[in-house]
């Protein structure tokens, strides 16, 4: 994680957000204990609003974990009044685990579940998401963008964890393929013609990608 701050400033910035919610917190200590990367209070809450902003009812996660960063879509599903997201992982335990912390705060309905690799899930679904969250093995972010392209509706979002790589796309040699393809995949958005994209360096970078109407 990149930090140009000290750590003082990011405690003030997770205290002043509206999220101080004991199940996150609990959901924090599980991924603390055991070394789980997840995108972390500093990031979550961007999900939210970015989900809120747009006003997005159709939303599909790719890489998600045991449901932390589902909670924050969910919650503005619910904060909003319906809609779906879409927990995609590949490991069934991890699936089980996040449909019980999501049904702990309430927020199942608002969730759908499928254990599967995340492109060739996203592959299958029909077009017309109005965001899609990205962060799944970093080799695989490039060959993943055209298939978001065809699954995202025009004008809609998609949010990008890991493009920073902990500072290491800035150098020209000695990356590692994790590294390339995050370099790779910054590249692809930067120069398309179809999005727009900005990068918010938070944590270890969040991109923000707009599909061009």
């Given at each position: ?5 000290p750590e003082e400033i990011y405690s003030y910035i ?36 970015f989900s809120v902003v747009s006003r997005a009812s ?72 109005d965001l899609v969250f990205l962060d799944i093995d ?76």
């Amino acid at each position: 994680m990149i930090e140009r701050w000290p750590e003082e400033i990011y405690s003030y910035i997770t205290e002043h957000t509206q999220f101080d919610d004991a199940l996150l917190r609990e959901m924090e200590k599980r991924a603390e204990g055991d070394g789980f990367p997840i995108i972390g209070p500093l990031v979550g809450p961007w999900l939210y609003f970015f989900s809120v902003v747009s006003r997005a009812s159709r939303i599909y996660e790719m890489g998600s974990g045991y449901g932390y960063s589902t909670w924050y879509f969910a919650r503005a599903l619910a904060d909003m009044g319906g809609g779906t997201v879409t927990h995609v992982v590949w490991d069934e335990e991890l699936s089980h685990e996040a449909r019980g912390w999501l049904e702990r705060a309430g927020l199942l309905p608002y969730c759908e579940f499928i254990v599967s690799e995340a492109v060739l899930a996203l592959s299958g679904e029909k077009p017309g998401f109005d965001l899609v969250f990205l962060d799944i093995d970093k080799e695989a972010y490039p060959s993943a963008l055209e298939v978001i392209e065809r699954k995202l509706k025009p004008g809609g979002l998609l949010l990008v964890d890991n493009v920073l790589r902990s500072g290491t796309v800035v150098h020209t040699e000695g990356l590692n393929a994790a590294s390339q393809a995050v370099c790779r995949f910054n590249d692809l958005l930067r120069d398309s013609p179809r999005w727009d994209y900005l990068i918010n360096p938070l944590r270890d970078g969040l991109g923000v990608a707009r599909l061009r109407e």
